[in-house]
């Protein structure tokens, strides 16, 4: 931890809304520093410890998946407690047992920090690993959306992308993503809260719940 750090204390919950908490940090890409990836959406997100089945099926999988992230223009920031070390005999065997290259930093947080700000480390835990937590942070550094899996469930990386796909449409169009939405389906209008305009629609219902021309 170092003076970039915002606070040494950890957050009573970060919440939807809330401004990233800054950080910087050795990674295995180089030193990172959240507030260099202003302009961009990033993926932030934790896993409980190197060298573990479900942690490297889901290392796996992001990578493969790294050139969708970044046609988004998502910049992907994987965090754990594990040294940088660790982190570099890993991201060397998943190359060489899975044929896959982890080109994402993935950021080392001994002295869990950084996991402590971002409510990443399990509480009552025996052990301090952080869980599988996950923040979409916009473009001007604000939390979008969180998620949080226990270790022994690993994430969907097709949810993940589905996620920030509706973010990205919701404030490019200003409405709203209904449920299972997807790339190319109808967004729904912001409910409106003018009682002239519900009392006047032909519609009972669509006052509320209105598909949003394509
Ligand atoms: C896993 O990634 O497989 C894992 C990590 C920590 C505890 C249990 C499972």
């Known amino acids: 931890m170092n003076d970039r750090n915002e606070s040494a204390e950890p957050r009573a919950g970060l919440r939807i809304g809330d401004a990233a908490p800054n950080f910087s940090a050795r990674s295995t ?76 930093p993935v950021v080392e947080d001994p002295t869990m920090v950084i996991g402590r700000a971002y409510g990443m480390v399990a ?30 469930v690993g994430r969907s990386i097709p949810e993940l992308l589905r996620t920030l796909d509706a973010l990205q449409a919701v404030d490019r169009d200003g409405m709203l993503a209904p ?15 003018d009682i002239e305009e519900i009392f006047s629609d032909e519609d009972a219902g669509s006052w509320f719940l209105r598909e949003a021309p394509r």
């Open 29 to 104: 890409m180089g030193p990172v520093e959240l507030a260099d990836f202003r302009g961009r959406w990033v993926m932030l997100f934790s896993h409980p410890a190197d060298f573990t089945p479900v942690c490297t099926s889901e290392f796996i999988a992001l990578a493969k998946a790294a050139d969708e992230f970044e046609r988004r223009d998502c910049a992907l920031v994987a965090l754990s407690i594990d040294s940088l070390f660790s982190h570099f005999a890993w991201l060397r065997l998943i190359r060489d047992k899975f044929a896959t290259e982890v080109r994402f």
């Open 123 to 152: 509480r009552g835990d025996n052990d301090s690993a952080t869980v599988r937590t996950t923040f979409f942070i916009d473009p001007r550094g604000i939390i979008r959306a969180m998620t949080c899996y226990p270790a022994n």
């Open 179 to 193: 449920a299972n939405w997807q790339v190319g389906d109808p967004l729904l209008h912001p409910v409106t809260t």
